[in-house]
């Protein structure tokens, strides 16, 4: 007779109450070392063609996803276990937390403009060394809503589809987007697999991070409606088909405007604005933060939810 998946919820519930407490763990953590791994795979799988690429991403995928088919195997029948260990996974791979900490580092930091600059790596790819104070917190706020998704939202969203295999396999694919997915000569080939899969695997976390954005923003004193305005309207004009989501609707509760010209090295993105407010300042670095944790919270309830509702032999 189907029963509720109790353990695989509960574990959901204690990776996320894990990340909201203590952030990522601080040493040997398991997605650093995924990527010390991958780097050490590149040179011995790089070619300039995509077939070469989509090799090097099943080489890396395919065996994460494996461990988590072989943990899930090895924990039906034992609910305890499975819980303990859906609930380490999660954690391991959520990283809501540590962006928030991220962002507001970055507000502490604005008085001293070379230590924000140095610091805007940890949160953005763009170029730092001439971004003033106004460029700073644009590219902060966009970040936090960018990787709302990507950090917190769709890790719980493929917890609650797949359990620990879902986890591991999309927070590796979405390691490797970040590793090798850039538009840059070495990788425009290469890591065409790599971007195209993590566009496929945060299309429906990132509208549900723009929905949940709608839902929460009045709780942070911010305008339901103008998030889901922005969010319809502007955002499909963003280059990637799923941040523009994310960052449109932030802006729309924020009732900021976001959007504008990035620079990555030597290539430069004029991107078209999103929301009609005024540019964001300094203050709502912490808007958005308070903004980003409603809003994988929310999506922390669900996942546990969801799981709850579905039911196992």
Do not use: I, K
């Amino acid at each position: 007779m189907p029963r509720v998946d109790l353990p695989t919820a509960a574990g959901l519930a204690l990776g996320s109450l894990a990340d909201q407490a203590f952030g990522d763990p601080r040493r040997g953590h398991p997605v650093a070392g995924f990527g010390r791994a991958a780097a050490a795979l590149e040179p011995l799988t790089w070619r300039d063609s995509r077939t070469a690429g989509a090799g090097h991403w099943l080489a890396c995928v395919l065996p994460v996803a494996g461990l988590g088919v072989a943990a899930d195997r090895a924990t039906r029948g034992r609910p305890v276990v499975r819980a303990l260990v859906t609930g380490a996974a999660t954690w391991a791979v959520l990283g809501g937390t540590s962006l928030g900490r991220a962002g507001g580092r970055m507000s502490e930091l604005l008085d001293d403009l070379p230590a924000a600059r140095a610091h805007l790596p940890t949160l953005a790819g763009r170029d730092p060394s001439a971004l003033g104070e106004a460029e700073l917190v644009r590219a902060t706020v966009e970040s936090v809503a960018e990787n709302t998704s990507d950090a917190a939202v769709a890790p719980l969203v493929w917890g609650a589809v797949a359990g620990v295999p879902g986890l591991l396999a999309y927070r590796a694919v979405n390691t490797l987007d970040a590793m090798v997915g850039y538009r840059s000569a070495r990788y425009a080939r290469f890591g065409w697999a790599s971007a195209r899969a993590d566009d496929v695997a945060n299309w429906v976390p990132a509208r549900l991070t723009a929905a949940l954005t709608v839902a929460v923003a009045p709780l942070v004193g911010g305008s339901a409606s103008g998030a889901w305005r922005t969010w319809r309207r502007d955002g499909g004009a963003h280059p990637s088909p799923n941040s523009g989501r994310c960052e449109a609707a932030a802006a729309g509760a924020l009732g900021v405007r976001l959007g504008g010209r990035n620079v990555y090295g030597t290539r430069v993105e004029d991107r078209p604005t999103m929301g009609d407010g005024r540019a964001p300042v300094r203050a709502d670095v912490g808007r958005a933060v308070a903004l980003s944790r409603a809003v994988w919270t929310a999506a922390a309830a669900l996942a546990v939810t969801a799981r709850l509702l579905r039911r196992r032999p």
